[in-house]
């Protein structure tokens, strides 16, 4: 064997600082411009002075952000801290000046401080259907054959997995003339927290100006947390929960349907045993689902569970397409539906419901 | 931890404390930083954190092994199992789900039905491919003699440094370890600040406020909807994509790069304006520059760079980028992206030799020369990311096609405010360099009431304009 030829120093040395460079010279250190420092104690003050200026002037929105977070200690402390600042903001008139450029590009106003600590304004209204809500309709609506000339309106709604939907069904019927689809899906949203975003009121806004014949509703991928109902903390999985849950999915069948609209409410599908979603979380709120759509004629509840589901009945992030070959169907997080061939499976399930439901072809 | 957060804020505000109240003494500053790495690291999942340990623990031991060796051959034989070692965790994380499929596939093709590998869901790492190559460019300098090994502790710091653990840049041990080493030398009368600062808020603002913009206004629905949208909509969205990640992935590191100044690092620059490049040859020497020195060091110099017949360099270049496609994800989209550089980049090298041949400049000198080769670099970049952002080769096709079949027709997502970001944003990539040095020594010579003023200011402007939540990285994905 031949033995290894030395390094080129006769005594390497031990540390990389020591050692010469590839080039040969030795790698002078690293000398900060003159006048462009600051010594680290006068760093901190003057990032937790820009940050105290921050708060100061951002308090509200920031106060508004953290309500809308979910329930916890988080969410607590935020609020603690954040209150009296949002209201020495106010008291000062800041927070019109921000509000003002919020509005301007488009955003939304903070909410006044203290507001939060209630329970949300739009929460259900204990087991039974949301007060002021519109009565359901008794006799199902009739579908003439859509056509060029007569589209079909479809209005998409739900979370980030009902945008994945939303994208599978705009696959299938983009290019449909007799189907005119809208889509109002907004990402990181749900039932459970309508301080962030207000379904039912947003989805009445969407109902008044689309007018859709079709709702395509899918959500809960964001809803298994705690909530505030009626006063009481809501813990998922707890009854009172799912009782509360269940209300505001009513409330939300019950617009829909009270349009003149049908609605399909598609069920979550199968979710990977990494996510928070698994085990028995999907079916329960699956189960929910298709409670609030029960016995009223002009909601149809659309199972895509096992659609996702293995041969063995386990999640399985690839799947056999039409042709027999192995194609992503769901995204590497384990919860949303990958595109293009998971939105496609799961959009293809919604056109057939839809069409043998309402005896129509799309 | 996302960098853009509160909860980072508040961890970075500890850490900061820490790093510098303890920095005169090395044995208690090292755990410290490891553990606050760690802790980062955690923050996303837990159970990874052994991962990184198991990295490391392969990084300093086969380092270890490389040096003591007393045979070429017992050098070569450590390096290899370190090498093969790193190599199968990236492979088992990030392509076994990917190779499988492709096997099965290849399988079902032939007629066969059999799944010798079964298609399994493993969850990626985030930061996998940055902390491998890291500790793979590690052992192979001090195989190669370049670097002594360092301490396990240095190692440990070195590969788990939270700046860069997430998606970059990727340091080089000959660039860090000196300064985890001398860490104790760093003075805390000497921060950066104003660097720091300018980075950092330059950072949030391309992140924040260009990246999510673009990618909701017109990337993401004419990405994900790409039988609907007309031809201005998918030029626009390949222009806006080509920003959007731009601003993400720039806009990470130059949060990276800030945060280590503040801690007293200094990391290499990783982007210099991109978009102004006149050849792919000069764009990979300003796009993800620490990526491209590694696949140039580590895999195009050894198998034979530019020397050797045209084929065989035409070979290496074609190797190293369809490699560095991979690299970025396990789909093959991305090694067609990293062909469409490997192709653009022979024939550049072949341009340029057959100028030489002629008594010519490699590179053509005139105006009108370098606004062409502007021009033509940046379109062959944007069909690149068509790929790099297409889910598959037929949403690429498909975007292609109607880009070419679809002119005439309406375009609602065509507006001038997703015009204006994107041309704003390239237009930016032709500013003169020596601007951020001034406004740097603008912000530095204000009095520190006015900089925590200016800093707070910019700080509501991103949140303003920035839509409420924060989107991952690009790059986490890698």
Known sequence: ?362 | MLFPTIDFAIFFAVVFLGNWLLSPSPRRWKPFILTASYVFYAWWDWRFVLLLAVSTLISAVGGLAVAQGRTRRARRGALVMSVVGHLALLGWFKYYGFLSVTFDNALHSLGLHATPLPPLSVTLPVGISFFTFMGLSYVIDIYRRDLEPAPFLDVAVYVAFFPHLIAGPIVRGRDLLPQIARSRLRDPRKVEFPEAAYLIMGGLFKKVVISSYVSSAIVGPVFNNPTVHTAPEILLAVYGYAVQIYCDFSGYTDIAIGVALLLGFRFPQNFDRPYAARSLQDFWRRWHMTLSSWLRDYLYIPLGGNRGPRRQVARNIMITMLLGGLWHGAAWTFVAWGGIHGVGQVAGHLHRERRVAQGRAPEPTGRAALLLGRLCTFHVVCLGWLFFRADTFGTAFTLLRRLFTTWGEAAPLFRLPVVAAIVGSIALQYLPKGLAEAVQVRFAAMHAGAKAAFLGCGLLLITTLGPPGVAPFIYYKF
Not at chain 1, 117 to 135: N, Q
Not at chain 1, 169 to 190: W, Y
Not at chain 1, 259 to 272: D, N, Q, R
């Open chain 1, 1 to 362: 064997m031949v033995p290894e030829r030395r390094a080129p120093s006769a005594r390497p040395p031990r540390h990389p600082s020591r050692r010469r460079a590839p080039g040969g010279r030795r790698r002078a250190p690293y000398v900060a411009p003159e006048g462009r420092t600051l010594a680290a104690g006068r760093a901190l003050l003057v990032s937790l002075a820009a940050f105290g200026i921050w708060l100061a002037l951002d308090a509200r929105q920031l106060y508004t952000s953290a309500g809308a977070s979910p329930l916890g200690a988080r969410r607590s402390v935020a609020l603690a801290i954040l209150t009296p600042i949002a209201r020495v903001q106010e008291f000062f008139g800041l927070d019109r000046v921000v509000d003002g450029a919020n509005r301007a590009l488009g955003g939304r106003a903070g909410v006044t401080p203290g507001v939060i600590a209630l329970p949300p304004a739009t929460a259900g209204h204990g087991g039974g259907r949301a007060k002021g809500a519109a009565s359901p309709p008794t006799t199902a609506n009739s579908f003439l054959q859509p056509s060029a000339a007569h589209p079909l309106s479809v209005l998409d709604v739900g979370d980030s997995i009902g945008i994945d939907l939303g994208y599978g069904l705009q696959d299938l019927l983009g290019t449909t003339r007799s189907v005119e689809l809208q889509s109002a899906s907004v990402g990181n949203t749900g039932l459970a927290n309508p301080a962030y975003y207000d379904w039912p009121a947003n989805l009445s806004v969407e109902l008044a100006r689309y007018h859709p014949q079709v709702v395509v509703a899918l959500f809960g991928g964001n809803d298994w947390q705690p909530f505030i109902a009626e006063g009481r903390r809501a813990d998922p999985g707890s009854s009172f929960w799912l009782q509360q849950y269940t209300a505001r999915l009513r409330q939300m069948v019950d617009l829909v349907t009270a349009s003149g609209a049908h609605l399909f409410w598609v069920g979550l599908p199968i979710m990977s045993p990494s996510s928070g979603l698994a085990g028995s979380v999907a079916p329960s709120l699956n189960a929910a689902f298709a409670a609030a759509c029960s016995g009223n004629p002009n909601a149809s509840y659309v199972s895509i569970y096992n659609l996702f589901a293995s041969p063995t009945g386990s999640y399985a992030q690839f799947l056999p397409d039409a042709s027999g070959n192995l194609v992503e169907v769901r995204d590497a997080d384990g919860v949303h539906i990958a595109p293009p061939a998971g939105d496609d499976r799961a959009a293809a399930a919604v056109v057939r419901a839809i069409e043998s439901t309402l005896h129509i072809h799309l």
